[in-house]
């Protein structure tokens, strides 16, 4: 079959397009490649759209589509799939490649349905395997991996951030359609009302982080002197985290303490936590404190590419082949002084 690939992605509120669109562009890049270069046409839409398309202009794509309007400032179902679909028909792709941002995540499966295609989400691989396209993507908390074909077509796929380098970007002339979307008041009935995030100081999730950094509940436990210190450690995670730029990890049972009220770190959350129940964030290295290693925990480590924890146990779990490195020392002394170095 001959393919035709559409890399749709929509623009953030200033205009720039977000990174992980560059990923899916350079996943529909090497799948294009892999089946002997068949054409790729890219979508945009979003309140304005200019930016992204001057960056764009150069990437070697056939066909540039756009869908530009003030309703599209803010994600809401209903004009974010009536542009998508617009789009969609008039580029007639088989292959409909998006990043899996929130935003492209909420619409995937019912732009599929009006397009008459399927959708799989959460690639994390996308190759030419003997001509055909094959999506890899992991099940059951990154336990299973699994190679996916599909007959049908379009086939709707969402890329999951981190999964491929991002495209450079490049001025240049591909031609630009603008493709004009009448949004009726049923399209706007839901209305977006503005977003709520914790304040700055406590944005301790950091996805593009080069570093990973897990407390564990040892930090609020019982140390050499009989007593624990929470008010301490409280202090050198936040200075390492502000001095190192790292993303916060939970363990799940720091998490808990947290939201069972106990008077534990107060900038820690369930959405810190990695594992199983938790999170499996990408991140090139991984620095556990604290914590013990256990599996359920681990397995939230699939995708960190270095490992290194820091137990006064040399019997954790880190040291039944989880870590690359294991330091037995007192993290609250190793932190002290990386605290001090850096
Ligand atoms: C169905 C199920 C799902 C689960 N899902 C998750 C999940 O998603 N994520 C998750 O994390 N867990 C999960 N768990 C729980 C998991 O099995 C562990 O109980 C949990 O990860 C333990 O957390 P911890 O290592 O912080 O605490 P602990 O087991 O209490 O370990 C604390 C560690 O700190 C060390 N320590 C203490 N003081 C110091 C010091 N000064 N310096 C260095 N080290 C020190 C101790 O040696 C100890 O190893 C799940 C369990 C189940 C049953």
Redesign the pocket.
């Known amino acids: 079959m001959g393919e035709t690939i559409l890399v749709l992605a929509h623009t953030n509120a200033d205009g720039a397009l977000p990174k992980p669109a560059l990923e899916a562009l350079a996943a529909a890049k090497t799948l294009a490649a892999g089946l002997g270069g068949c054409p790729i046409t890219i979508g945009l839409f979003g309140k304005t759209v200019s930016a992204a398309v001057a960056a764009l202009g150069g990437v070697g794509v056939t066909r540039i589509l756009t869908v530009a309007s003030p309703h599209l400032a803010e994600a809401r179902y209903a004009t974010d799939a009536a542009a998508a679909e617009a789009i969609a028909k008039a580029a007639a792709p088989t292959v409909l490649i998006a990043p899996a941002t929130s935003r492209l995540s909420r619409i995937a499966a019912g732009l599929a349905q009006r397009l008459g295609g399927r959708a799989d989400t959460h690639a994390t691989g996308l190759e030419a395997a003997d001509g055909i396209p094959k999506v890899t993507r992991w099940y059951y908390r990154q336990r299973m991996v699994a190679d996916i074909r599909r007959q049908q077509r379009p086939w709707v796929i969402t890329v999951d951030p981190g999964s491929f380098p991002p495209a450079e970007t490049a001025a240049g002339t591909t031609p630009v359609e603008e493709i004009a979307v009448t949004f009726s008041d049923g399209h706007l009935r839901t209305r977006v009302e503005g977003f709520q995030s914790p304040p700055g100081s406590q944005q301790t999730i950091r996805p593009d982080a080069a570093l990973l950094f897990v407390a ?4 609020t ?1 019982k ?1 050499r002197d009989g007593q624990s210190h929470i008010a301490e450690a409280e202090k050198i995670i936040l200075d390492f985290l502000r001095k190192s730029g790292a993303s916060l990890g ?5 998490a808990d303490q947290t939201g069972e009220g106990h008077a534990v770190l107060t900038f820690m959350s369930h959405l810190n ?6 999170s499996t964030p990408r991140h090139p290295k991984g620095l556990a ?9 681990v397995v ?1 480590w699939r995708f960190i590419n270095e490992r290194r924890a ?4 040399p019997n ?1 779990g880190w040291a039944h082949g989880k870590a690359d490195v294991l330091y037995v ?4 002394e190793v932190m002290r002084k990386v605290n001090e170095l850096l």
Do not use: M, R, Y
Request: aromatic share 6%; glycine share 16%.
């Open positions: 564990g509940a040892g930090w436990k140390q939970s363990s799940k049972s720091l936590q990695v594992g199983q129940t938790g404190t604290c914590c013990h290693g256990e599996e359920p925990h939230g820091i137990n006064t146990d954790c020392a007192d993290a609250f």
